[in-house]
């Protein structure tokens, strides 16, 4: 079992900054790949970046590319979503999801969500 904890969310103006934290705990070594996901009320859960626990690869939503930078500290078993230029399209719950699956979802584990609200 791989619990994953997400912090760092609030409300932020527009063309603000913000770095989210998923600290994961119990057995890592499981872990493959971190993504982060967001869900907009109404809409359904969006993938928005991962990165492979090795060797460091990332990958990107077109959305956000360029405005988001997705990171990871092994020592930590903490991935990070920095969040920059906000704009109010980004407001969602976002979700970490982890696990030895590389494509994200219900295979792999997930936390419990932080909230990011875009004043505008």
């Known amino acids: 079992q791989v619990r994953l904890v997400e912090s760092g969310g609030g409300l932020v103006p527009a063309g603000g900054s913000l770095r989210l934290s998923c600290a994961a705990s119990g057995r890592t070594f499981e872990i493959y790949v971190m993504t982060w996901c967001r869900q907009a009320p109404g809409k359904e859960r969006e993938f928005v970046a991962s990165?492979?626990?090795?060797?460091?690869?990332?990958y990107y939503a077109d959305s956000v590319k360029g405005r988001f930078t997705i990171s990871r500290d092994n020592a930590k078993n903490t991935a990070y979503l920095q969040i920059n230029r906000l704009k109010p399209e980004d407001a969602a719950i976002y979700y970490c999801?982890?696990?030895?699956?590389?494509?994200?979802?219900?295979?792999?584990?997930w936390g419990q969500g932080t909230q990011v609200t875009v004043a505008s």
């Open positions: 999801n982890a696990g030895p699956y590389a494509a994200w979802g219900n295979n792999n584990y």
């Open positions: 990165i492979t626990r090795s060797s460091g690869s990332t």
